[in-house]
């Protein structure tokens, strides 16, 4: 056995600091966050919003029940993805979260399980951009595949 290494690299600002087609990302999704509904869990307010590689833009928000299960924002942007622009791949994901009194400033990440339904969109291609932004206060940018490492891909169904 020997040891293996990752390298993991990421950069961070603040959401002010977001241009181009950045801001419009963190715009789309700040605006789907208006249509979060978490009152049972407590947890933030969440949009999303997905751009593929075709120039759509689709968002999504945190809903829950009172049985406690739910959607997550990035699930519910992933479930509007249209066919032809789910073959064109995903390029950006853009999530903002915060409380509904926006009193929390950090970066909201997405789940590991909505890692994977994200990575399934990506096509297999490597760089897609992970916006991890708040309301207001400071922003993550990080590759999918570097929030995932070692991921499990549709090709490997097929490994014997
Ligand atoms: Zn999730």
Redesign the pocket.
């Known amino acids: 056995m020997e040891a293996g290494f990752k390298m993991f690299s990421y950069v961070q600002g603040w959401v002010d600091d977001l241009d181009g087609e950045r801001s419009v990302d963190y715009e789309a999704a700040l605006s789907a966050r208006n249509e979060a509904y978490a009152p049972y869990s407590n947890f933030f307010m969440v949009g999303a919003s997905l751009r593929m590689g075709n120039g759509r833009v689709f968002t999504g928000w945190?809903s829950e029940t009172i049985s406690y299960d739910g959607v997550?924002?990035?699930?519910s942007a992933r479930g509007r993805v249209d066919s032809a622009s789910r073959l064109s791949g995903l390029k950006r994901v853009t999530i903002v979260g915060a409380p509904a009194d926006e009193s929390v400033c950090e970066p909201t990440a997405?789940?590991?399980?909505?890692?994977q339904?994200l990575l399934e969109l990506s096509c297999g291609a490597d760089g897609v951009e992970v916006v991890m932004a708040s309301v207001k206060g400071r922003v993550i940018i990080a590759t999918l595949n570097d929030l995932l490492p070692f991921a499990f891909f549709p090709k490997d169904l097929l490994k014997k």
Do not use: V
């Open positions: 945190n997550h924002a990035e699930e997405p789940c590991g399980a909505c890692r339904k």
